[in-house]
């Protein structure tokens, strides 16, 4: 069984990677006229169809997403957006479900892909990670995209979890950014892709439900960098060990700064 499991796991891993091309060449050129409108109006134009892309996607992938607590986007306002990291999975399936125009701090080095690179600028906030410079510039643009009443979405992890914990240490950047600008923070927590598409098998891709949940804002006010980290983690620690897609004991595992 766990064999043909395997098998299975590879071969639909292939069928997701020829569905996720396909599925780019259908929505590139419609994602590109959104260079051309100008603010606003042209990343919300964006990630509708990057929201379309996705859906297609997980549909022919048979990975099911279910979303909860857009409630707590509050019309006026605009947050900093913590993910959780898992998979490949997760960035794909983050910004294009969160309420209104955003962008995501993202590697600077996809954006030599071919094509892909034009569509993943769009989308993002770039940063080189080896180049202090382009770090300090990145914090900078991040609170530029807050100013202009864009959703900041960081994954405060850094990398994908490579652990046996449900979340890794949180870097800074995030908490840093949110008490610099008075943003409040929204909490989110991705489950069932570490089941779907495992960190340490390699060409693997298993069709199962994933969930994405936002959890109430967090305020910084009145608190410092540690206090405000520690809350937005114990927020997204307890979430993920409680949720059955991520196949945890909650009794078995207890939080851990």
């Known amino acids: 069984m766990k064999?043909?499991?395997?098998?299975?796991?590879?071969?639909?891993?292939?069928?997701?990677?020829?569905t996720f091309v396909g599925t780019f060449l259908i929505i590139f050129i419609p994602s590109m006229i959104a260079y051309l409108i100008p603010g606003r109006k042209g990343q919300i134009y964006f990630l509708?169809?990057?929201k379309c892309w996705m859906f297609m996607?997980?549909?022919?992938?048979?990975?099911?997403?279910?979303?909860?607590?857009?409630e707590n986007f509050k019309n006026g306002k605009t947050y900093i957006v913590?993910?959780?990291?898992?998979?490949?999975?997760?960035?794909?399936?983050?910004a294009p479900y969160v309420p209104g125009a955003n962008k995501t701090i993202a590697k600077k080095t996809f954006t030599k892909i071919p094509l892909f690179g034009w569509f993943y600028a769009k989308g993002?906030?770039?940063v080189d990670r080896k180049n202090d410079k382009s770090r300090s510039s990145s914090f900078d643009e991040m609170r530029r995209v807050l100013q202009m009443g864009y959703h900041m979405c960081i994954y405060p992890e850094g990398t994908r979890?490579?652990?046996?914990?449900?979340?890794?240490t949180f870097y800074d950047g995030a908490f840093r950014l949110s008490l610099a600008t008075g943003n409040e923070i929204i909490p989110a927590v991705i489950s069932g892709t570490k089941r779907?598409?495992?960190?340490?098998k390699k060409f693997y891709l298993l069709p199962l439900p994933i969930e994405l949940q936002y959890f109430p804002a967090i305020s910084p006010i009145g608190k410092?960098?540690?206090?405000?980290?520690?809350?937005?983690?114990?927020?997204?620690?307890?979430?993920?060990?409680?949720?059955?897609?991520?196949?945890?004991?909650?009794?078995?595992?207890?939080?851990?700064?």
Not at 83 to 94: G, T
Request: proline fraction near 5%; charged fraction near 20%.
């Open 3 to 18: 064999l043909f499991k395997n098998i299975f796991a590879r071969f639909w891993a292939f069928w997701g990677l020829i």
């Open 48 to 50: 509708q169809v990057a």
């Open 57 to 70: 996607w997980l549909t022919l992938i048979g990975c099911r997403l279910k979303i909860r607590g857009r």
């Open 82 to 94: 913590i993910y959780n990291h898992n998979a490949f999975l997760d960035a794909p399936i983050s």
């Open 124 to 126: 993002s906030v770039l």
């Open 161 to 168: 979890n490579r652990t046996n914990m449900p979340l890794k």
């Open 196 to 200: 779907a598409m495992p960190i340490h």
């Open 224 to 257: 410092d960098l540690e206090k405000l980290k520690s809350e937005a983690r114990q927020v997204m620690w307890n979430a993920y060990v409680s949720n059955p897609l991520n196949d945890i004991d909650p009794s078995a595992i207890s939080f851990a700064e």
